[in-house]
């Protein structure tokens, strides 16, 4: 059974850093993509990161890129977000997804989410 | 960047109806296209990939389909279990969500 556990989520002030960290079980890691995905609370999803199952190509949206970097340890099976600068608008539930490569990638397993609070 | 907007934002529905959910793309997408369901305070969950291509244990009353860079989800009969909000979401270029579908009971 395909597991995601993300982990690390809290309150945390603004410029503040904090590190996600997303467990995989269930499936064989370094084979897949992986993508962050959040939820700012009462609102729609918005795509943050994605890394390749090598972890050799990372992408960013705009809203993150130069504050956000995305890794994994395939030795581990485990994916981590390290967000530095974080700002109020950051505040969400952040999701880990699996990437399904089906000729472009999208996501098929997602874990349970951790919540980020930033708030002074 | 593209953008993807869902329509209606909110649907009012009763057991047993038919409900169709639209998302139309900003520019063209292919049939890179995905439908996922999401209950309050769950991750969401797949349905539809590539537009049409139920995924696989999700119930046969889900169908997607493609009309130019407009794309449609159909609950053929809903179920008290389809009560949820709904995403589509395009994956051609990195990856843009629509703001979401809340159905909810009549």
């Known amino acids: 059974e395909v597991q995601l556990v993300e982990s690390g989520g809290g309150l945390v002030q603004p410029g503040g850093s904090l590190r996600l960290s997303c467990a995989a079980s269930?499936?064989?890691?370094?084979?897949?993509?992986m993508d962050w995905v959040r939820q700012a609370p009462g609102k729609g999803l918005e795509w943050v990161s994605y890394i390749s199952s090598s972890g050799t190509t990372v992408y960013y949206a705009d809203s993150v890129k130069g504050r956000f970097t995305i890794s994994r340890d395939n030795a581990k099976n485990s994916l981590y977000l390290q967000m530095n600068s974080l700002r109020a608008e950051d505040t969400a539930v952040y999701y880990c997804?699996?990437?399904?490569?089906?000729?472009?990638?999208?996501?098929?397993?997602w874990g349970q989410g951790t919540l980020l609070t930033v708030s002074s | 960047d593209i953008q993807m907007t869902q329509s209606p934002s909110t649907l009012s529905a009763s057991v047993g109806d038919r409900v169709t959910i639209t998302c139309r793309a900003s520019?063209?997408?292919?049939?890179?296209l995905a439908w996922y369901q999401q209950k309050p305070g769950k991750a969401p969950k797949l349905l539809i990939y590539a537009a049409s291509s139920l995924e696989s244990g999700v119930p046969s009353r889900f169908s997607g389909s493609r009309s130019g860079t407009e794309f449609t989800l159909t609950i053929s009969s809903l179920q008290p279990d389809d009560f949820a909000t709904y995403y589509c979401q395009q994956y051609i270029t990195y990856w843009t969500f629509g703001q979401g579908t809340k159905v909810e009971i009549k």
């Open positions: 269930g499936f064989t890691f370094s084979s897949y993509s």
């Open positions: 997804a699996r990437g399904v490569v089906a000729g472009l990638v999208y996501f098929d397993y």
């Open positions: 520019q063209s997408i292919s049939s890179w």
